[in-house]
């Protein structure tokens, strides 16, 4: 058997935070991410949701290396990257890109767009500036963005055309693994949807994998092929799309889908959120489980956040 394409085990994360109360207070732990472990086949979209503050940003940016892990390790193809230097790091940075939410900023303003499409291939020192501005201008036509769009700048764009910049400047150099970290959740509705389908063309076209962080469960429902729950730093839930939709087990689970805002009025059901004290007071109780809280699998590939019953 072939390894994941992308594996992350048992990832930590634990930012020192001043204690309020002046000078000699000292520093109290925050554990934003806990203990994640996740896999992601090659060729599929993992979605990874949660209310905000929960840790996806900084698990994916942890993925990613941008973050350093308090504990834990990351593998792309098997090979374990967490504790590469810089030097050692970047054959593998080429095969693993990040979107964001907010890519403008992460536009240089003063660069031309097949500039910036181009310059992971010119940092990677692969082709010459004719090829690496010849494969920037395919790129953005690939992604919908007209040749002669090479020569604007990013200030002449819509929303949904930078997200289209940043989706072709992270494909340039084909990465095995993308980070999707909320790429759609600024967009209006219907550009939304150009790009979300934009992704899934892209991702079957060229074999990505995608960890696709999202509020939007309407979207992860649509484009994920799994999905992992994450609730105050801990992954409490993870099974395919459509188990997670039609048989959640976890209360935090069955929170969020309650919570998906629901498009015909005379649909409503009640929205009302859980306290965290209801969500540990809810944790299932399964026969086989730990004294405190740990996945627990209930069925082939569905894991629950379980303790002893
Ligand atoms: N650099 C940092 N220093 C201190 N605390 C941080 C830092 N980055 C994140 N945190 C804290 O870690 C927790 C997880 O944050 P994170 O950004 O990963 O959440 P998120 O799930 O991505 O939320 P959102 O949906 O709002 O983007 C939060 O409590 C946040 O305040
Ligand atoms: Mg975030």
Redesign the pocket.
Known sequence: MTAPVLELRNLSKT?Q?PRKGGWFAGYID?H??RDVSLTLPRNTILGLV??????????GLMTMRLMEPTSGRILIDGADISALTPAALKPYRRQMQIVFQDSYSALDPMMTLARIVAEPLHIHGIGTPDDQTEQALAMLDRVGLHRSYGQRYPHELSGGQRQRVAIARALILRPKVLVA??PTSALDVSVKAQIINLLLDLQQEMGLSILF?S?DLSVVRSLTDRVAV?FN?RIVETAATETIFSDARHPYTQGLLSAIPVLNPRDRRPRRFLTAEEIERGIPRLPGAGTSPALVQVAPDHLVEAVAG
């Open positions: 930012f935070l925050h934003a991410v949660g209310e905000s503050g929960s840790g996806k940003s900084t698990t970290d909320e962080i509020h994450m730093g």
